[in-house]
T-cell receptor
Framework: DTGVSQDPRHKITKRGQNVTFRCDPISEHNRLYWYRQTLGQGPEFLTY????????KSRLLSDRFSAERPKGSFSTLEIQRTEQGDSAMYLC???????????FGPGTRLTVT | GNSVTQMEGPVTLSEEAFLTINCTYTATGYPSLFWYVQYPGEGLQLLLKATKADDKGSNKGFEATYRKETTSFHLEKGSVQVSDSAVYFCALQEGNYGGSQGNLIFGKGTKLSVKP
């Protein structure tokens, strides 16, 4: 148990639809990260939060993507007007302020048809 | 920019064989280095880490030494088991000075298959 749950685990949607994923830390963690992993590749950083503040966004995070962490606990990642290229595993990870390690959730696998 | 390069797979070994998965990195400053493992159908798990030069990370019989002079962090295990079959990812985290956000940069992963 990594202390992170993600919902849903799988999502199939049609191109052009909006989707929202949720990440729930089981315990409090200062930093929360979102990554995207496509088939055969390592995870790529999308964005991160320190408490409720979104402090960094990668160039991968187009205007169609938005993320929130309203109370500094759970986080949501929304993709508007999905495209086939958005098909990937979306991973949430937690990190303590003082620690080095990041602990990953099981991910949400998105398939855009 | 910072990057991680690891040997391409797949790697197929017989049980009890010696394993080496090469990983080299490019980074400014003093990154921390990690190996993560992804077993079939499961999420990413931290396998081991090293936070400064010459540190050796170890876990479950796996070891990796942070070599700053060769910018490497090769993963080794003396005797692999069928249960070690998984995808292994090398990753770096930028150093914490200079306001780094601490996100991980991953290699592409190396798939290991161990045959009985």
């Amino acid at each position: 148990d990594t202390g992170v749950s993600q919902d849903p685990r799988h999502k199939i949607t049609k191109r052009g639809q909006n989707v929202t994923f949720r990440c729930d830390p089981i315990s409090e963690h200062n930093r929360l990260y979102w990554y995207r992993q496509t088939l055969g590749q390592g995870p790529e950083f999308l964005t991160y939060f320190q408490n409720e503040a979104q402090l960094e966004k990668s160039r991968l995070l187009s205007d169609r993507f938005s993320a929130e962490r309203p109370k500094g606990s759970f986080s949501t990642l929304e993709i508007q007007r999905t495209e086939q290229g958005d098909s990937a595993m979306y991973l949430c990870a937690l990190k303590d302020r003082l620690g080095y390690e990041q602990y990953f959730g099981p991910g949400t696998r998105l398939t855009v048809t | 920019g910072n990057s991680v390069t690891q040997m391409e797979g797949p790697v197929t070994l017989s049980e009890e064989a010696f394993l080496t998965i090469n990983c080299t990195y490019t980074a400014t400053g003093y990154p921390s280095l990690f190996w993560y493992v992804q077993y079939p159908g499961e999420g990413l798990q931290l396998l081991l880490k090293a936070t400064k030069a010459d540190d050796k990370g170890s876990n479950k019989g796996f070891e990796a030494t942070y070599r700053k002079e060769t910018t490497s962090f090769h993963l080794e295990k003396g005797s692999v088991q069928v249960s070690d079959s998984a995808v292994y990812f090398c990753a770096l985290q930028e150093g914490n000075y200079g306001g780094s956000q601490g996100n991980l940069i991953f290699g592409k992963g190396t798939k290991l298959s161990v045959k009985p």
